[in-house]
């Protein structure tokens, strides 16, 4: 990427993440983060959710239902992705700005902007509590 460079820790420093290709950004352990669910990042999701294809892993995700584990799995793959060379034993100990909840808010805000949800740029769902505009 032209005026970015490698981080120790993965990523690109100066990079911004580009939502046409599916990234998002984040502030993990107190550094900015893109992440991206490559075919690589879904590939591997695949298997390590016994999904058969993408149509059933996008299933499994609508569900709503992730445990922490599966939290982890996705996170590592959208870093692994987004150029941050890490496993998951790495991302289980790190912080996600907004803890559990942000991490989660993090993981539906990647899973929209791979899947192409309606809404995952923020603009057209309304927030809790709010009924959208007729």
């Known amino acids: ?18 939502r046409h290709r599916g ?14 669910l490559t ?3 879904l590939a591997e999701l695949e298997t390590a959710f016994g999904a058969e294809n993408l149509a059933a892993l996008a299933a499994r995700f609508a569900g709503g239902r ?18 941050n060379l890490m ?6 100990a790190m912080t996600v700005n907004g803890g559990l909840a942000g991490a989660a808010r993090l993981v539906a805000e990647l899973l929209a902007a791979t899947f192409g949800v309606p809404g995952a740029d923020g603009g057209d769902l309304a927030r809790e509590g709010e009924t959208p505009d007729p």
């Open 1 to 18: 990427m032209p005026g970015a460079r490698l981080q120790m820790g993965g990523g690109y420093a100066g990079a911004r993440a580009n």
């Open 39 to 41: 075919l690589g990042s």
């Open 87 to 92: 496993g998951e034993d790495e991302v289980a």
């Open 66 to 83: 992730l445990s922490a584990g599966d939290i982890i799995r996705i996170l590592a793959a959208g870093l692994r992705g987004g150029g």
């Open 23 to 36: 990234e998002v950004e984040a502030i993990i352990d107190g550094e900015r983060r893109i992440l991206c």
